[in-house]
């Protein structure tokens, strides 16, 4: 690559090099210990995961197996909205355990709006933060995560890390990066006017997390 | 509000001083906004390390920044984004503008960005014939209102609820409320009419990681990600400086970017974009671009000083810090960008002839370096701007009279008849009214150290 841009930079960084040998440049890299934010082992990672997510306006429900999570769907979602789900299995299936009618979000592109409730899973949770991890390559959730006023996912415990570090590193390992990645913790919030708090501004107004185990 | 500039920043700040709506605003958020960066600091026993490392790391990157730009653009490209590179605000409008038309795009969704008002992206859209549309809820109460930001985190501030509401209510046909959730929600669907119908989404990019290709995006509404996902087109327009080199950076500056801007310990949204959906059947736009904008950044690198402004990450702290914002605000200097990093990036970006009070919009008391997420010397640039600023512009009887003191103080004589002087003058002259109106000037005492130390 050569253009006039990247030949500006090199003339104005060689420029700078008699300068940089008086000044002391901070180059080296220091070592830094990642402390997660809340020291606390005797917590799981699910509780703390669950507090966090508590903080910035999420529910949690913990529930165990598949016929648990069913009966915490119906008791979420009021009978008669209209839901869209992502392209996960595991959704489907646990839409028969109820006998809520589904329908997928991404059919109708000019109706998308018409919603009140998107069902995910996602393939990550972050417990210091109480962030869910959304990998585009895994599940086609970008849309029913966003634009419905509900937004429930289930997250297995197992998949929740402890900080934020280990979910880079996790999302980083040894395989190309998904398209999209997204991080979601809580409900889409504003403060816009007058600095006052408001819950559900462009995105969902309620997040509800079902973490399975 | 949208003519002020620059070069009347001493009128403008007066003006804002009188207008007491603006200074409770500024005084609730400052103080909201400084208070919960101090909590979210110190909840991070690491957080000084964690400065540290980001400086380095950035120091790193743009003493390579060309090595690092080239890695970002070959991984964003093999992953089927496109990347323009634009030497200044014309070139990167006329590139934006010609991708929107030869989309044959009517309406374009923005989500906030400090870049694309940096260039005045909406002006050129406009004149194109688009129609442009600000999706974060501050940014479009300010487009609706015709005004520009305040404040870089709540563009909106200086507004009460009650203008809100009437702004709401004469151009969206709200009913009359004093209740912000009901505006809120008004926005919510008015906005939403605009993302169906847009064809092209425009945001900013807070951090671009070299060995991805990826953009981050980080936001509490949810508006980047209805502008990054709806659309068929996604153009993404990025600083050069805001280069990292790894994904796991990300760590580190994710965590500095968000508790010194809003003190969350994330916010709600984060957006990793690398390239474009695979198939037709994935979501997602189909296209991406990212348009790198120099304007003037690769000038500051040519000096260790003045490149310190590249490691800038935008949070604000800076701002809710400064003695001089808290009382003065966004607007007055006339720019868009503010506060202490403002006032030393502004006048490298559009150069000193017009912007020369910036840099002494300032009492040098150093909140802005002590605040800063990437330990930012501000003070230090300050006086360096300064130092270019005052062989043009200083003043002839300045310049005079540090010439006298400095005579005065190399003669033993001169000097003990200046201090006698002193003493004698300072009553007899009303020196200096402006000062002695509001404050007690302290009388020279009657004996000097010296003659103290004589007795």
Known sequence: MNNEILRSIRSHLAASAPHDAREQVSRRLTQINADPISVNLRQSAAELFRLNLEAVNGHCVIAQGETEIARALTQIIVRGQRIAISDNPLVERLMHLTDLEIEALTIAPNDIFSYDVGISTVQAAIAETGTLVLVSADERHRLVSLVPPVHIAIVDASRICETLAEALTLLRNGRELSRAVTFITGPSRTADIELTLTVGVHGPQELYVIVNG | ?455
């Open chain 2, 1 to 455: 509000m949208s003519s002020l500039t620059s070069e009347t920043f001493r009128e403008n700040a007066k003006a804002a001083l009188a207008d007491a709506q603006l200074r409770g605003a500024l005084k609730n958020a400052t103080s909201l906004f400084g208070e919960r960066r101090r909590e979210a600091a110190a909840s991070l026993p690491n957080w000084e390390a964690l400065r540290t490392q980001a400086r380095a790391i950035k120091d790193e990157v743009l003493l390579h920044l060309d090595r690092y730009l080239e890695e970002f653009v070959r991984n964003a490209e093999s992953c089927g984004a496109k990347v323009h590179w634009a030497r200044d605000a014309a070139q990167a409008n006329s590139i934006i503008c010609g991708l929107a038309t030869e989309r044959q795009a009517r309406i374009v969704v923005k989500s906030k960005s400090m870049t694309t008002e940096e260039t005045h992206l909406n002006d050129a859209l406009e004149a194109a014939g688009m129609q442009v549309v600000e999706t974060d809820l501050g940014e479009y109460i300010i487009q609706l209102a015709g005004e520009t930001p305040s404040h870089i985190i709540a563009p909106a501030i200086h507004k009460t609820r009650g203008q809100v509401a009437e702004l709401f209510t004469t151009e969206l046909g709200m009913p009359p409320t004093d209740d912000i959730a009901q505006m809120t929600h008004t926005a919510r669907l008015t906005l939403r009419d605009h993302f169906a119908a847009a064809d092209v989404g425009i945001s900013g990019v807070n951090f671009g990681v070299a060995e991805t290709g990826t953009i981050v995006i980080v936001e509490n509404e949810g508006n980047i990600r209805l502008t990054t996902s709806l659309p068929r087109v996604h153009i993404a327009v990025m600083g050069i400086e805001k280069v990292i080199p790894h994904f796991a950076d990300l760590d580190i500056f994710l965590k500095l970017l968000v508790r010194s801007g809003t003190g969350q310990r994330l916010s709600t949204y984060q957006s990793f974009i690398t390239g474009v959906k695979k198939q037709q059947s994935d979501e997602g736009p189909e296209e991406l671009h990212i348009v790198l904008l120099d304007n003037g950044r690769s000038r500051m690198l040519a000096h260790p000083v003045t490149r310190q402004s590249l490691a800038c990450i935008r949070c604000g702290a800076c701002l809710n810090a400064c003695p001089v914002y808290q009382q003065i605000g966004g607007h007055a200097y006339g720019s868009v960008y503010q506060g202490p990093i403002g006032a030393v990036i502004t006048p490298q970006l559009m150069g000193i002839e017009k912007t020369s009070q910036l840099p002494y919009a300032s009492t040098l008391c150093g909140a802005c370096r002590e605040v800063c997420p990437v330990k930012i010397d501000i003070p230090r640039l300050l006086l360096h701007l300064r130092s270019e600023i005052a062989p043009r512009k200083g003043s002839i009887v300045e310049r005079l009279a540090f010439k006298v003191w400095a005579r005065m103080m190399m003669s033993p004589t001169l000097y003990k008849l200046s201090s006698v002087a002193g003493r004698i003058f300072q009553r007899a002259t009303p020196i200096s009214r402006a000062w002695t109106n509001d404050r007690d000037l302290r009388p020279i005492e009657s004996k000097s150290f010296h003659d103290l130390w004589n007795e």
